[in-house]
């Protein structure tokens, strides 16, 4: 796929923003270093051995202190709990509105995880992404809230200093304090830096590896919604016949009726018949097989709810055949349909594609907060969508990361109605084209689906997986991801585990040998298509 802004996006990424702030983590080292001085200045005399601050006292020390442009307004020592241990929890301030969170750890694995955001941002969120804590220690645990904190997106309209710290800014910014914080705690840098995220913390995972290529050595990029404007495009396009068509709205018992007829062709295919599609590939379900043939009925599609059906799985293109979005394959309607596309629930009053359509097209794009977006026709904005996309989307340029030996994981859920697998498949051939061919991708990237996975988690599908460790393991001793065995897991609330898959390299997927537990993820073998 090629669309309006990639040309751009690859002129644009590189070195444009970064003198700056290489300026800043050298002014903020130097004013480390300053802490010394002659007698008279309040030091001890040479020589003199100071006694080891306690954990609560290093702590303490850090509330208050200004870090060039940061504040670290708080300090609060947390004690262990839940399996996470003693550690320093600190909130800071980059500006007015750009605030963020650190996790110092008494006992520290001289590492560094950096964990993305969610949607629009405008918080800190909850990390999910907890590595496991092992004998060397804990990582330094970082999230921040996008620039901002206003989840609505709201805030971009006639902002341009909020949507560039949104777009690629923020993290950078962030990382930069943090690192400051880190020396002023533990006197030392972290011996490595990764960053996790999953859908706009994908997105974030691949903005840092193209724009910023020396700051972290690996990153695990979830579900990315890489390009917002492309995607958000596609719901629109999608939200037109759902919401802006009459007869063409397709209900939850209709959504049910989908996921039932992809199940019934598609679900064996892999092997076994569990409720779940492994095989996406050759999984050709044609919504217009239930069509209606008499009447309305809730185990049929009428012609209006066809042609919405259509416009989800189809590609979305221009008037001139330009490619936006490839469209999202069949698998999970019943579950995801009523947050993304339906709404009218307590949870969900408007569907999520509507909302990210509205407030991208409204404060990005036109301007204007009261915009009927139903109505927007994007080849007569072409101009306005291209300097969107030159601040929010992440190219497919990783030439730079991966000349550092930088790391990239990316994985995706195949029943996601967020962000459609499709685009990722998209992505993973865009950096190939991108850095010289297929060796020189594969050689610091893979790509993993995961079959009946919702967004970022969820679904009938086998969706826990530690990546990071599978991150480490790699950056550190070599090995990629897909010579680890890699195994994921189904957990139910009570942590146990259900059923397991092997994690597959793209295009490879989970085939049943035939015979043994079908819950064994032993029972499968990675099968090219």
Known sequence: MRTVHRAALAATKKGKHRAGYHALLGALAMSLLACGGDEGDGQPPPGTE??????????????????????????????????????CKVAGLIGTSLRFEVELPTEWNKKLLYVGGGG?????????????????????????????????????????EVQQDFGYLQIHKVLGAVLAT?????????????????????????????????????VVARAPAYSFTELTLAFNNIMKDQLGTPGGQITTAKAATMSSAVLAECDALDGVDDGVVSHVEACAFDPASLLCTAGDADTCLTQGQLETAQAIYGEFTLQDGTSIYPGWGPGGEEEGFPAWLIGNTADFPVPLQMFFAESFIRNWIMKDPAYDTLQFEPEAHLPEIQEAAEVVDASFDLTEFFAREGKVILVHGTYDWAISYKGSIEYWNGVADAVGGEAARDENMEFFLQPGVQHCF???????????????????????????????SKVDTTGAVQFERPLCKYPEYPRYNGSGDASDAASYTCTMP
């Open 50 to 87: 100071q006694p080891a601050k306690t954990p609560q006292e290093a702590c303490d020390a850090l509330s208050g202190v200004t870090l060039g442009d940061a504040t670290l307004s708080s300090a609060t020592l947390v004690a262990a709990a839940n399996g996470v241990g003693e550690h």
């Open 120 to 160: 629009w941002d405008g918080a800190i969120s909850p990390i999910f992404f907890r590595p496991p804590r092992d004998a060397s220690g804990e990582y330094v645990m970082v999230a921040s809230n996008g620039g901002h904190d206003d989840p609505t997106g709201g805030v971009f309209l006639n902002s341009p």
């Open 182 to 218: 880190v020396q002023e705690r533990y006197g030392e840098q972290p011996a490595r830096k990764y960053f996790e995220g999953c859908s706009n913390g994908g997105r974030e995972a691949l903005i840092q590896a193209t724009r910023w290529p020396e700051d972290f050595d690996g």
């Open 458 to 488: 969820g679904g009938v599908g086998a969706d826990t997986v530690d990546l990071l460790s599978a991150l480490e393991t790699w950056v550190e001793e070599g090995r990629p991801p897909s010579t680890q065995n890699l195994v994921s």
